[in-house]
């Protein structure tokens, strides 16, 4: 993990911390979800973007542009996308909690965390199967960081 990555996650912490969320990063990110992960920098890209969109939902200054009907289908799109990728699917971790429908989503180490995510057969085949690994939750906020996270994923290809 750079310097830069593990400053913003000092940030996480600081209960006095506000993520800067614009106007331009929301429209950049709903194009990014749309992408399909070629390698670990396009993943992170489109993680930290899901990650900021989920956000981004909870402000009111984006209430027209991104809603949760939006994100949780793009999100269950895109780990199975993953299921399906054997390139990719060493590049990232993820366990689905069953109980939740929460997706925790590994990478760099960081764990991202999406909760009600749209569960059809495959994603539920892959939570029956010894692959769903559970992982405890690392307790680090990235939403509220989301900002800068994205800022760092589209910035820095790590």
């Excluded at 996650?9 to 911390?17: A, D, G, L, R």
């Excluded at 699917?89 to 069953?98: L, N, T």
């Excluded at 909760?115 to 059809?120: C, E, K, L, M, V």
């Amino acid at each position: 993990m750079t310097e830069s990555l593990k400053a913003i996650i000092e940030s996480s912490k600081n209960n006095e911390f506000e993520t800067e969320i614009t106007l331009n990063q929301v429209i950049q990110a709903k194009n990014l979800i749309n992408i399909e992960p070629k390698n670990k920098i396009d993943l992170f890209s489109v993680i930290c973007s899901m990650n900021l969109i989920n956000a981004a939902i909870k402000s009111k200054n984006f209430k027209e542009m991104v809603y949760y009907g939006m994100l949780k289908p793009k999100v269950s799109q895109f780990l199975k996308y993953i299921l399906e990728n054997e390139k990719l699917k060493s590049e990232v971790q993820f366990y689905i909690d069953k109980a939740d429908k929460c997706a925790y989503i590994e990478i760099y180490d960081l764990q991202f965390g999406f909760h009600n995510i749209t569960i059809d057969e495959k994603l539920q085949n892959f939570i029956e199967s010894p692959g769903n690994n559970p992982k405890p939750w690392k307790g680090i906020r990235l939403q509220k960081v989301a900002g800068e996270l994205f800022n760092y994923a589209i910035n820095n290809k790590i």
